[in-house]
């Protein structure tokens, strides 16, 4: 076990007498790409949040690299270098990328100017780290030109600054085309790269094992497989369990919490 | 080592010329020249500026002898400050996706207040602290409507309007305050006096246009208008009080009428209790002809400052031109419509 960024133990969140997450555990270690699949109402929002400190477990335990934390909420996920990345990826379109990389935290000096250089240095640091680097764009560029991977790209990017160890991307690949797609996993490969962990969530197996190291499948609430790449071989597995999961065959019997 | 370096891919970048690459990066390798790219980071600007300098050709040609006077210009030069003042912080509402009708009767309030210090005896720049306070004061009470109660800033700000000129009628009964002694003060002298010929209060709405210009690209505030006027959800997510910018927007309209109101004053040496009323719709228009995106999350203080001059020139210029005084109406209309069209083709929208 190298670095351990964070570990979810036990985790279980329940909506008056539903339960959301019957007890999760999940672990994502440095620069590694996680595979977060799972139907909807499997409850991944609910575990992202719970992540990003938006909302609290009702029960179980959260260890930051080994220790134990207490009264987890949004500002402890930050301090703990843990960013997410929205499904609307949360861009104003008609300004520059580095307004949008700085959106919330400008770089400013005493009287609340900006740092116009500084920013484009930092901005252009944290592009070039996750490939994000075009003759046709820079950082002055308007944010609304870009396609709908680059934006993601510079969603990433913002992600990346304050050193975020965890960028968790939520459904990045929606509603892209394929090159676009593989922008986004270019941006990911880069960012692990350069140290950053990412829990990618996504709706289209393929995708997600394409670009993950690691997969968790959450049914019900529950993790019903924890694979690495090698142990599951091909998309195909992951795809076909998944089927079983939704349509459960023959033997009639669930494999739920079991593990490969 | 060499080898590395070059595979490495940013070394060799390093050799050449910094600023080259960074132009190729930004795709900018197009636009050799300074100007080039003056006019394309500023498209709305130029534009309005364009719009203004046709029309002025059209001025002149129509009847040189009147345009080549210096009086000319002067005439509108000294109403133009009143119209600046309001017009930059409207800008800002305007980009942070509200707007703000309540100014008219702001003006009126703050030109009151001003008028009944002065007329008690007491300093003129006393009466001026007063005045922005009250401006102040007023604007936070619109924005508190807008933001905190939810209103819809069109109506909320429009019934502020009528509710305030409304008071000004009732306690004054439309009596106007006349300010004999203050061409005579020291403070009337810095603020309203002339200046080789051009009157101070246009060099004070300059200074007041560039610090807003500067604040509105290169402050936090600035930045966090153009957020939130562009998308108010991410602006919440990525931590910027939204509601609190808003409110400072109309704070600041607050104060920049109230600057209008004692300017307006100053040029008369007296008060009306209709102060202010005759200022919308030209200030209005000047911020969209000025090339300020109606939409929200961005927008040009120089190019709607230069927006206000085009909407004040065309009274006197219609007059000016030998054609009667109602055909002003008319141009009025066809210049905002003319530039809002020359705006929508030169700027795109980004969703």
């Known amino acids: 076990m190298q670095n351990r960024i964070i570990e979810l133990k036990d985790i279980k969140k329940s909506y008056g007498q539903v339960y959301a997450l019957g007890g999760v555990d999940l672990h994502v270690d440095q620069g590694e790409v996680v595979g977060l699949v799972g139907d909807n109402g499997a409850g991944k929002s609910t575990l992202i949040k719970i992540l990003a400190g938006a909302v609290r477990p009702t029960t179980g335990e959260i260890l930051v690299r080994g220790e134990p934390v207490s009264n987890w909420n949004a500002g402890r996920s930050r301090e703990a270098g843990i960013e997410t990345v929205f499904q609307d990826r949360a861009l104003a379109v008609q300004q520059t990328i580095i307004w949008n990389i700085f959106m919330g935290r400008e770089l400013v000096g005493p009287l609340g100017f900006l740092k116009v250089r500084k920013q484009r240095e930092e901005a252009e640091r944290l592009m070039r780290e996750i490939g994000f680097t075009s003759k046709v764009f820079g950082p002055s560029s308007?944010?609304?030109?870009?396609?709908?991977?680059?934006?993601?790209?510079?969603?990433?990017?913002?992600?990346?600054?304050?050193?975020?160890?965890?960028?968790?991307?939520?459904e990045p690949t929606t509603a892209l085309s394929l090159t676009e797609t593989a922008k986004v996993f270019h941006f990911v490969r880069q960012a692990r790269a350069a140290g950053r962990s990412i829990l990618f969530i996504g709706h289209n197996i393929h995708h997600v094992f394409d670009i993950s190291d690691r997969f968790v499948v959450l049914d019900r609430g529950r993790v019903a497989l924890q694979a690495t790449k090698a142990e599951l071989g091909s998309a195909e597995a992951l795809v076909r369990f998944m089927e079983e999961l939704a349509h459960p065959g023959g033997a009639g019997v669930q494999s739920t919490g079991g593990t490969v | 080592m060499t080898d590395t370096a070059n595979r490495d891919g940013q070394s060799p970048a390093k050799a050449l010329d910094a600023d080259t690459v960074r132009r190729v990066a930004e795709g900018k390798h197009a636009d050799r020249s300074r100007l080039r790219r003056f006019l394309r980071d500023h498209r709305p600007a130029v534009g309005s500026f364009v719009v203004l300098v046709v029309m002025l050709a059209c001025f002149f040609v129509g009847n040189p002898e009147v345009f080549s006077q210096w009086n000319m210009y002067r005439a509108v030069l000294i109403g133009l400050p009143v119209v600046l003042f309001v017009v930059v912080p409207l800008v800002y509402v305007v980009t942070v996706g509200e707007i703000d009708l309540s100014f008219p009767a702001t003006i009126g309030m703050a030109g009151w207040v001003f008028a009944l210090v002065v007329q008690a005896g007491y300093d003129p720049f006393l009466g001026i602290i007063a005045a922005v306070l009250t401006g102040l004061v007023l604007g936070l009470c619109v924005g508190w409507l807008v933001v905190y109660a939810n209103l819809s800033s069109l109506i909320a700000t429009l019934g502020m309007n009528f509710?305030?000129?409304?008071?000004?009628?009732?306690?004054?009964?439309?009596?106007?305050?006349?300010?004999?002694?203050?061409?005579?003060?020291?403070?009337?002298?810095?603020?309203?006096?002339?200046?080789?010929?051009?009157?101070?209060?246009?060099?004070?709405?300059?200074?007041?246009?560039?610090?807003?210009?500067?604040?509105?690209?290169?402050?936090?505030?600035?930045?966090?208008?153009?957020?939130?006027?562009?998308?108010?959800?991410?602006?919440?997510?990525?931590?910027?009080?939204?509601?609190?910018?808003?409110?400072?927007?109309?704070?600041?309209?607050?104060?920049?009428?109230?600057?209008?109101?004692?300017?307006?004053?100053?040029?008369?040496?007296?008060?009306?209790?209709?102060?202010?009323?005759?200022?919308?719709?030209?200030?209005?228009?000047?911020?969209?002809?000025?090339?300020?995106?109606?939409?929200?999350?961005?927008?040009?203080?120089?190019?709607?400052?230069?927006?206000?001059?085009?909407?004040?020139?065309?009274?006197?210029?219609?007059?000016?031109?030998?054609?009667?005084?109602?055909?002003?109406?008319?141009?009025?209309?066809?210049?905002?419509?003319?530039?809002?069209?020359?705006?929508?083709?030169?700027?795109?929208?980004?969703?």
């Open chain 2, 163 to 351: 509710m305030l000129r409304g008071l000004i009628q009732i306690n004054t009964e439309g009596k106007s305050i006349a300010l004999v002694g203050l061409p005579k003060t020291l403070t009337f002298q810095i603020f309203g006096g002339q200046f080789f010929g051009i009157p101070v209060q246009v060099l004070w709405a300059m200074l007041f246009v560039a610090i807003c210009s500067f604040i509105y690209n290169r402050h936090r505030f600035g930045v966090h208008v153009h957020m939130v006027g562009d998308n108010p959800d991410a602006a919440q997510q990525m931590g910027i009080n939204i509601k609190l910018v808003r409110l400072k927007t109309f704070a600041f309209v607050g104060l920049g009428a109230a600057l209008a109101g004692v300017a307006a004053v100053m040029i008369n040496y007296t008060w009306w209790p209709t102060s202010g009323d005759g200022y919308l719709l030209p200030a209005l228009a000047s911020v969209f002809v000025g090339g300020t995106a109606p939409w929200g999350g961005i927008g040009t203080i120089i190019g709607s400052a230069i927006g206000s001059f085009t909407v004040s020139f065309i009274q006197s210029g219609v007059v000016g031109a030998g054609l009667s005084g109602f055909y002003v109406q008319f141009f009025y209309g066809l210049i905002i419509i003319l530039s809002l069209l020359g705006h929508r083709w030169n700027q795109v929208r980004y969703r």
């Open chain 1, 142 to 170: 308007i944010v609304g030109q870009l396609s709908g991977g680059e934006r993601q790209g510079v969603a990433i990017a913002r992600a990346m600054y304050n050193q975020s160890d965890l960028i968790i991307l939520d």
